[in-house]
């Protein structure tokens, strides 16, 4: 009598829940400004569209460590204490390409919701890491209230 073993199905998590799992690792670190956190969720050149329509580029880590260094005393002048997220859908989706977008809350300290913006962020996979390569959102500027709550 031959014997023939079952293979076990090994579950593999899909280019959505990759994507979904680096953007928690980003916003994660960006709660605790832990900036070389942030960083590793990334892939550069890194593209940003403002809500102004103003595109920035950073064409490596280094360069956007610095701008990120500077966000953190904006976000403490705006008496910040930490960014939610809601409403995240998969809009397009491939093997190597995400599209996410989300609403992103800007909260006081105890909790208080001051600022809440839409977003677009684009995730690829290169060499099996996964990270956002591009960003658009509507936040004009860290500094700006939102008109949700006022």
């Known amino acids: 009598m031959i014997v023939l073993e079952q293979s076990m199905e090994v579950t593999m998590k899909d280019a959505?829940?990759?994507?979904?799992?680096?953007?928690?690792?980003?916003?994660?670190?960006?709660?605790?400004?832990?900036?070389?956190g942030m960083l590793q969720e990334m892939?550069?050149?890194?593209?940003?569209?403002?809500?102004?329509?103003?595109?920035?580029?950073?064409?490596?880590?280094d360069h956007h460590k610095l701008m990120l260094e500077d966000d953190t005393q904006k976000?403490?002048?705006?008496?910040?204490?930490e960014t939610t997220t809601?409403?995240?859908t998969a809009v397009q989706f491939g093997d190597q390409k995400v599209?996410?977008?989300?609403?992103?809350?800007?909260?006081?300290?105890?909790g208080t919701p001051y600022n809440s913006f839409l977003t677009l962020w684009i995730f690829i996979e290169v060499n099996g890491r996964w990270g956002v390569k591009i960003r658009s959102s509507f936040l004009d500027n860290s500094l700006s209230d939102s008109n949700l709550f006022k």
């Open 43 to 61: 892939h550069f050149p890194h593209y940003r569209l403002s809500g102004r329509n103003d595109v920035k580029v950073w064409e490596t880590s």
């Open 75 to 81: 976000l403490i002048d705006e008496n910040w204490g």
């Open 99 to 110: 599209h996410l977008t989300f609403l992103q809350t800007r909260r006081h300290p105890d």
């Open 16 to 36: 959505k829940d990759l994507a979904i799992d680096s953007f928690y690792r980003w916003s994660n670190a960006f709660n605790t400004r832990d900036i070389q």
């Open 86 to 88: 809601s409403q995240m």
